[in-house]
């Protein structure tokens, strides 16, 4: 949908500039031209070879090769409990990473605006995970969960909270990937929420304190009314991700113990490069993408309903 | 008074809490750096040690012998860094066109142009394969330049948008009315003052690249593996060497936290794509 | 089986008395050949005596799992540059991204890894048409040839190296981990007479040790010896492969198995393997005895891979384990050097049954002509007797020989006691045992595995985790296999 939408849009770009100058590309119009034209190329081709192979069966030896196979994919994503199981678990991983994001992310941030001295590098320390290769943070959490030698394994056992494998047993698993997740990306959104907080009204708060409100309320009443823009932000930006990243649990669990963190992609993942059944994958991909766009265009909304777009 | 007291009281409390919340983010990577340096040893005993005698063998072990990590740092600094080139000089044209340009439509093509963004790496892996197959980028680095673009571009065009999207028109005009062309006015005039933005953009297409495993796992050949495929590879069918791992995982990382820092001032317009600071 | 044949492997001075002379003649236009020394343009073939060196200047692709021989391998390029002038570079990968990257490369027609570690079940089964038959290379006369074929160990040649048809073989026996019994020595000492009187029955691992016993010492360690040791017994119980090379052991030797066509599908392979026979009464036994033996194992078992219980081994968590054979150059370069004891896994109430997880290398069908003989040339080369024995001998690696005759060389028969200056060797009577055809464990070689695999491991880890009725996850587990073998009929 959003590539016809391109499509439109292009020709009215150069019909409400060409009339009065010719055939020629207005300059706003050729500045966008060599971008769009390259990321065209490199995004509807993949775009509509997906939805062909959806409909297809791959081959791949001697080449690949697509043959017509109707609705079968579709067909099937609808009543794969597999995959619907795999949706759930996605659904639940998504809103304890982003939503334990997000609550750290605040109260980090919260923290850092509040603190005068050594902010700046605290502020630095504290975001050095987001720039971190997701592959390297998934081997990272294998060895610091390792029951053997991994240095968070030994705490927990020495203070006798859990004794068993963290990436053994189902619960413990989901939970460690979890945070893996949240360690990663719970800097990105303090770093957002803390721009935020700073065009809070400072002549407000101080009227609040002179009225004698105490933090919690000045926090309900005046704090988080103006960051609900930016926390939809946040939650724009990480969903996005969240829906895609799948490196730190291949490097972990790879989706077990007992499918415990089997997501959507990791299943993708698996249909298409596993079992190289790629015309399902592609059914399966084509959802994600659906829904991400759904999403995308549901917190833009939010968005544009606080009237915090640019 | 009573209220300095509790004042104090608060201030270490948060004191505290901060120090908690950076054992939280820092020990991970300190504990990474150290085990980096600690024999082997010490880190299979399973018995923490903190301290030892510090050792370099496993960053010389990366450096030679069969799995010499020299031509995967090589293959991760063209790929990600040209990439990077490209997104950032075309997406600073492209984003500047959306930023000025008014025409209808203009949010779907920007929103078109951050979906595809969206699409799960999984799914594009296989058509982008078959063009690389009919193009000849297969398994050549120039091929891993081509796939990060899919991601890079898209993000480039939307920060560079939002860095001119705050600038106001009217110094450009000004320019104009003294006779620059338009492309002066962006080049020399409202380009250098977006020059935060370029650095934010060009740092974070520089980590995205630099990080990807997918893409680089799929479509590199024998001679264009980079450094996060390298760091998979350590892990074996009989041990996976933990020193060599933490090392690498120390050479992946440092730099890229470093560039990061760097820019940290413009990141949140960056980020966010200018949502935030936009206003 | 293992008895010796014909002494000496491939030399290459043999090669050059057999084919020298036949070489000379035969071989390409001799005015491309005099052209240029060594190190010329690549891939243009010389005339000359050695037809070894008829590619010299060639550079191949070898593309392998990241394990042990391999590691040798690396470690041992120098030699065969040397003999062939043919540089060789290793792309080294965990076996999923293995498999992932080979069926890319084939479906690419390009070529691009001219040698394949063509594992029997993710590569060659599904993808035996994109491997090229190498009797071709070996009946031709111009090319160097495998010495002696009857030397491999035929089990393995037939396992490794063919699908469904007898006579084309695809790839030569490369590697042959097997799924063996290991056990800490100094604790059978220690606690041997007490287990003895507590148990009623010698707990030494021998020939005769069954399941059962192995399972009631595991629970007597777990009791008695914490002191030295955690658990009695650990596993490889992930949610991976590892699980269904683990569970395969019991499942067989408690008389069950995947499929109806079973001994065939395992051997020589089949497209259609016949019906899963996961929920008969055989596999639901074993089922229940796994879930039994898992009960008392060390918990961190359901989050190990084959590398994870390797090294839980060796860090002392358990008493005994189902490991590969290939692992005890590790545990012997360990800690535990010299304490560790190894047997054939134990018997179940139908059969004893070790797994096997050998593999061959073969030539990719899809690169050049040219390529595609220069690779012959290492495959030769990589599984012959001289090689398989440096291997064996590397520090860095610790090879599995594939030929017979290996384990029958002086000073390959003098490691088997220790001291042993080849620790894999110490093995060897646990896998003379493991590997006789009665006893060698084979999955089904069958192109749907990958996913019938997936299928299985995904139900057993349910399983394990659940702690309920076997049953059930059974029943998942063949509804799983059932629709994979469905869908890859489609894709077929």
């Known amino acids: 949908m959003s590539t016809a939408a391109a499509g439109r849009v292009r020709s009215r770009t150069e019909q409400t500039r060409a009339p009065r100058r010719g055939p020629r590309l207005s300059f706003n119009g050729a500045m966008l031209a060599p971008a769009l034209a390259l990321l065209a190329l490199l995004s509807l081709f993949p775009f509509f070879y997906i939805i062909a192979m959806s409909f297809s069966r791959v081959g791949l030896l001697g080449g690949i090769t697509l043959t017509w196979a109707g609705f079968d994919n579709w067909t099937r994503l609808f009543t794969d409990s597999a995959v619907g199981a795999s949706w759930l678990r996605s659904i639940v991983y998504f809103a304890l990473t982003v939503g334990l994001e997000m609550t750290l992310g605040i109260g980090f941030a919260l923290l850092l605006h509040a603190t005068k001295v050594l902010r700046n590098l605290s502020l630095s320390l504290i975001l050095m995970p987001m720039f971190m290769a997701p592959v390297i943070v998934g081997l990272l959490g294998r060895f610091l969960t390792d029951s053997t030698y991994g240095l968070y394994a030994y705490v927990l056992t020495q203070l006798h909270l859990f004794s068993g494998d963290l990436l053994g047993s189902p619960t413990a698993a989901f939970l460690s990937v979890t945070l893996m997740d949240v360690w990663q990306w719970t800097p990105l959104v303090t770093l957002i929420v803390l721009a935020g907080l700073a065009s809070v009204p400072g002549p407000l708060l101080e009227a609040a304190q002179l009225d004698g409100a105490n933090y919690v309320q000045r926090l309900r009443h005046i704090v988080f009314p103006s960051l609900t823009g930016v926390i939809v932000v946040a939650l724009l930006i990480r969903s996005m991700d969240a829906i895609r990243y799948f490196d730190i649990i291949t490097n972990t669990t790879a989706g077990g113990p007992a499918d415990a963190t089997k997501t959507v992609p990791i299943r993708l993942y698996e249909t298409g490069f596993r079992f190289f059944d790629l015309g399902y994958a592609a059914a399966i991909g084509l959802s994600m993408l659906a829904v991400s766009i759904l999403l995308a265009n549901l917190f833009l909304r939010m968005l544009r309903g606080q009237g915090v777009t640019s | 008074m009573a209220g300095a007291r509790e004042r104090r009281g608060i201030g270490i409390g948060k004191g505290a809490l901060l120090v908690v919340v950076l054992l939280w983010t820092l020990i991970p990577l300190l504990w990474m750096a150290l085990s980096s340096l600690k024999p082997s040893a010490d880190i299979t005993s399973g018995s923490m040690t903190v301290f030892f005698k510090p050792t370099f063998e496993h960053y010389k072990a990366l450096f030679t012998g069969g799995n010499n990590i020299a031509p995967y740092i090589r293959n991760s600094i063209v790929a990600a860094g040209v990439s990077t080139l490209i997104a950032v000089v075309l997406g600073s044209m492209a984003g500047y066109g959306l930023a000025r340009a008014r025409f209808r439509g203009k949010d779907h093509v920007a929103f078109w142009i951050i979906s595809t963004r969206m699409a799960p790496i999984a799914a594009v892996i296989l058509p982008l394969f078959v063009i690389f197959r009919f193009t000849g980028l297969l398994g050549s680095v120039f091929g891993l330049i081509v796939a990060y673009l899919t991601f890079n571009l898209p993000f480039a065009i939307w920060i560079m948008n939002a860095f001119f999207a705050q600038l106001p028109p009217s110094l450009e005009e000004a320019a104009m009315t003294e006779g620059a062309t338009r492309w002066q006015a962006f080049r020399h005039v409202a380009l250098p003052l977006t020059l935060p933005g370029l650095a934010t953009t060009a740092v974070l297409c520089l980590v995205f690249s630099w990080n990807d495993y997918a893409f680089a796992s799929t479509f590199s050949g024998p001679d264009s593996q980079t450094l996060p495929i390298a760091a998979s590879q350590l892990v074996t069918q009989t041990s996976i060497d933990w020193g060599q791992l933490t090392a690498i995982g120390t050479i992946v990382v440092a730099p890229m936290i470093i560039c990061g820092l760097i820019v940290r001032r413009w990141l949140v317009t960056g980020l966010t794509l200018g949502a935030v600071t936009g206003e | ?492």
């Open chain 3, 1 to 492: 089986m293992l008895g010796s044949r014909e002494p000496a492997g491939l030399t290459r001075r043999q090669a050059l008395a057999r084919f020298g002379a036949g070489a000379a003649t035969l071989a390409l236009p001799g005015a491309l050949g005099a052209c240029g020394g060594s190190g010329g343009k690549a891939k243009v073939a010389k005339a000359g005596g050695d037809p070894w060196r008829r590619y010299a200047g060639t550079t191949l692709n070898f593309i392998s799992e990241n394990t042990a021989p391999t590691l040798a391998i690396g470690a041992n390029l120098a030699e065969f540059e040397q003999l062939t002038g043919i540089k060789v570079k290793i792309t080294q990968l965990e076996l999923s991204a293995l498999v992932q990257k080979v069926a890319l490369d084939f479906a690419s027609g390009l070529g691009n890894y001219e040698v394949i570690y063509a594992d029997p079940y993710q590569i060659l089964a599904p993808y035996h048409k994109a491997l090229a038959p190498l009797n071709q290379f070996q009946d031709d006369e111009d090319l160097p040839s495998a010495h002696d074929m009857g030397d491999f160990i035929p089990t393995q040649l037939e396992a490794a190296g063919k699908f469904e048809e007898a006579d084309v073989v695809y790839a030569l026996p490369y590697d042959a981990p097997t799924m063996i019994w290991m056990y800490r020595q100094d604790l059978f000492e220690k606690y041997g007479d007490r287990m003895k009187q507590d148990l009623g029955f010698d707990p030494t691992p021998s020939m005769d040790s069954t399941w059962e016993q192995y399972l009631k010492m595991a629970t007597w360690f777990g009791k008695h010896a914490t002191k030295d040791v955690p658990y009695g017994t650990l596993h490889m119980a992930k949610q991976h492969d590892a699980l269904m090379n683990d569970f395969s052991n019991v499942l067989w030797s408690f008389g069950g198995d995947y499929f109806g066509k079973g001994d065939k599908v395992g051997a020589l392979g089949a497209t259609d393997p016949g019906e899963s026979l996961l929920t008969k009464d055989a596999a639901l036994k074993a089922a229940d005895f796994y879930q039994r033996l898992l009960r008392v194992a060390s918990p961190s078992s359901l989050g190990w891979d084959w590398t994870g219980a390797a090294e839980g081994f060796i860090a002392g968590k358990a008493a005994m384990a189902p490991l590969w054979h290939e692992d005890a150059a590790t545990v012997e370069g360990s800690a535990l050097k010299g304490k560790v004891g190894f047997a054939p896994l134990p018997k179940g109430p139908a059969r004893r049954s070790d797994m096997y997880g050998g593999t061959g290398i073969g030539v990719n069908a899809t690169a050049s002509k040219d390529a595609q003989r220069a690779a012959w040339l290492f495959v030769v080369w990589a599984t012959s007797k001289k090689t398989q024995l440096t291997n064996l001998k590397s520090d860095v690696g610790g090879g599995t020989p594939t030929r017979a005759s290996v384990y029958q060389l002086p000073e390959v028969v003098k490691a088997r006691k220790p001291p042993s200056k080849i620790p894999n060797i110490l093995t060897y009577g646990a896998i003379e045992e493991a590997w006789k055809p009665d006893n060698i464990g084979l999955r089904p070689k069958i192109p749907a595995w990958n996913a019938c695999d997936t299928a299985i491991f995904t139900a057993l880890s349910k399983m394990l985790a659940d702690g309920g009725d076997p049953e059930k996850f059974m029943r998942q587990a063949k509804q799983g296999v059932d629709e994979a073998i469905a869908n890859q009929k489609e894709l077929a």
